[in-house]
């Protein structure tokens, strides 16, 4: 199908990806279809569309489903151990109590930030807000301060995280599909992501508290009162349990800078154990002893944790292995280039471009990882016509966009709702306020980073 309406090629291969995207959009948005379902058609009806070989066309689904997930899929596994492991030992409740003993009940909403933050690092959006919903019900009543101003900045340490600081899955998909650098993506994301996090939650968190005052629901309240009295870990051995990963992978970063040819065996060394895979797989290996045998748990109970914790991760990996899918024959069909000749003749900015596309998908599909996933195949080809940009930062841009207007069709939008105990309305002048904050000011810096790297 090479032309349509005597459309030139590339215009006919956007026009494609376009009722693709449209009807990827539609069917998750309006019709509740379930995402990975709705991206292999998606995937398999553009490249018919596009005119690629039947055969073709599976071999591009199939290739880039197990290509993307090869990673990816061993990252979450292993991260939602290590989470499930801080959760079951109390981990994430001693780095809450003994942050906001150091602060002090005046800058409490401060400690929560970094909670947030920290806590986020090896966990999901979703399992860190159930890790830490807790210690928000306690302090909001032992400090009584307004449940959002402490509640906003622990959400905005954990979405901030979610969206630009790997190891986490979103901004994995992104440095594995540009090619970008893991060590410099880490070392930017948090110089962006902590000025990100400050403004979007202690700040705006203190403002939208005083402005809307709700309780949290009596039933949960009650719940995570009765909690036993345990004897929680240490605070150091906690955060580095934490910390372990993003440790180990800044150090083989730093040893590929130091020695760029890798002559030496100690940088061999170094790169082996500051690959994602194996720095998340000795970080978890760490907290079975650290968070597990070390606190008193059995090796039955240390199996039993680390099984459970993996049923709800299947959902989200199948959904950006179907993103892959839908990146790959993208790639195959010829539409990448197409894009990537327009947006180069455009001379747009591709820091912008990426945000852009990232935000639009985000906004009609409600899922940050699709958004993540699909603008990843729409902006690489274009990054392969500009070998000057600086990749990493179009990663960050990538996970800026993905975060931003979380609206009713996200379902982190209606477990803060719950959580929080608030009205739609409430939730869209707190939450999704937060989150196109997080996004604007998050694209804001990186601008301006771009300009200095």
């Known amino acids: 199908m090479d032309s349509l309406f005597g459309l030139s090629h590339n215009a006919t291969l956007l026009v494609w990806t376009l009722i693709a995207i449209v009807f990827l959009i539609i069917m998750i948005?309006?019709?509740?279809?379930?995402?990975?379902?709705?991206?292999?058609?998606?995937?398999?009806?553009?490249g018919l569309l596009a005119?690629?070989?039947?055969?073709?066309?599976?071999?591009?689904?199939?290739?880039?489903?197990?290509?993307?997930?090869?990673?990816?899929?061993?990252?979450?596994?292993?991260?939602?151990?290590?989470?499930?492991?801080?959760?079951?030992?109390?981990g994430a409740e001693k780095i809450a109590t003994t942050l906001v003993d150091r602060f002090g009940q005046k800058r409490v909403h401060w400690a929560m930030m970094i909670v947030g933050f920290i806590v986020g690092i090896p966990v999901f959006f979703e399992v860190g807000v159930i890790l830490l919903i807790p210690?928000?019900?306690?302090?909001?009543?032992?400090?009584?301060?307004?449940?959002?101003?402490?509640?906003?900045?622990?959400?905005?340490?954990?979405?901030?995280?979610h969206g630009l600081v790997p190891p986490h899955p979103a901004p994995m998909i992104a440095i594995d599909a540009y090619g970008a650098n893991l060590g410099k993506t880490i070392l930017y994301s948090i110089l962006i992501g902590l000025p990100t996090a400050i403004i979007a939650g202690p700040l705006f968190g203190k403002f939208?508290?005083?402005?809307?005052?709700?309780?949290?629901?009596?039933?949960?309240?009650?719940?995570?009162?009765?909690?036993e009295a345990r004897q929680l870990p240490g605070f150091g051995i906690t955060l580095?349990?934490?910390?372990?990963?993003?440790?180990?992978?800044?150090?083989?970063?730093?040893?590929?800078?130091?020695d760029p040819d890798g002559t030496s065996s100690i940088t061999h060394f170094c790169e082996f154990i500051g690959h994602e895979i194996i720095a998340l797989l000795i970080s978890a290996v760490f907290a079975f002893f650290s968070l597990g045998f070390a606190?008193?748990?059995?090796?039955?109970?240390?199996?039993?944790?680390?099984?459970?914790?993996?049923?709800?991760?299947?959902?989200?990996?199948?959904?950006?292995?179907g993103g892959g899918a839908f990146k790959q024959v993208l790639i195959n069909s010829g539409v990448g280039t197409a894009i990537g000749e327009m947006a180069t003749q455009a001379?747009?900015?591709?820091?912008?471009?990426a945000w852009l596309v990232a935000a639009l998908i985000r906004v009609a599909t409600g899922s940050a990882t699709v958004a993540m996933t699909t603008a990843?195949?729409?902006?690489?080809?274009?990054?392969?016509m500009n070998p000057g940009t600086n990749v990493e930062l179009v990663v960050l841009a990538t996970g800026a966009g993905s975060l931003v207007l979380s609206h009713v069709n996200d379902a982190g939008f209606w477990m803060v709702k719950e959580f929080f105990n608030m009205s739609v309305t409430q939730t869209l002048k707190s939450w999704t306020a937060m989150e196109t904050i997080l996004s604007v000011v998050g694209l804001i810096f990186i601008l301006l980073l771009s300009t200095v790297v």
Not at 135 to 153: D, E, Q, Y
């Open 29 to 46: 948005a309006k019709y509740k279809w379930n995402p990975f379902v709705t991206l292999l058609i998606s995937a398999l009806m553009l």
């Open 51 to 90: 005119g690629m070989d039947p055969q073709e066309v599976i071999k591009s689904v199939t290739g880039g489903l197990g290509g993307t997930l090869g990673t990816i899929a061993i990252v979450i596994a292993l991260g939602t151990m290590l989470g499930k492991m801080m959760a079951e030992s109390g």
């Open 135 to 161: 210690i928000v019900f306690t302090v909001a009543r032992k400090t009584n301060m307004s449940l959002l101003k402490i509640g906003i900045p622990i959400l905005a340490g954990l979405s901030t995280v």
């Open 208 to 227: 939208i508290g005083n402005r809307i005052d709700v309780s949290p629901p009596a039933d949960l309240a009650e719940q995570f009162a009765a909690k």
């Open 240 to 258: 580095f349990t934490i910390l372990l990963p993003v440790i180990l992978m800044l150090i083989g970063s730093i040893a590929i800078i130091i």
């Open 295 to 321: 606190r008193g748990f059995s090796k039955e109970d240390v199996s039993r944790f680390t099984s459970e914790c993996l049923a709800p991760t299947a959902t989200i990996i199948l959904i950006i292995g």
């Open 347 to 353: 001379n747009v900015n591709i820091i912008l471009f």
């Open 376 to 384: 990843a195949g729409i902006v690489t080809p274009i990054l392969a």
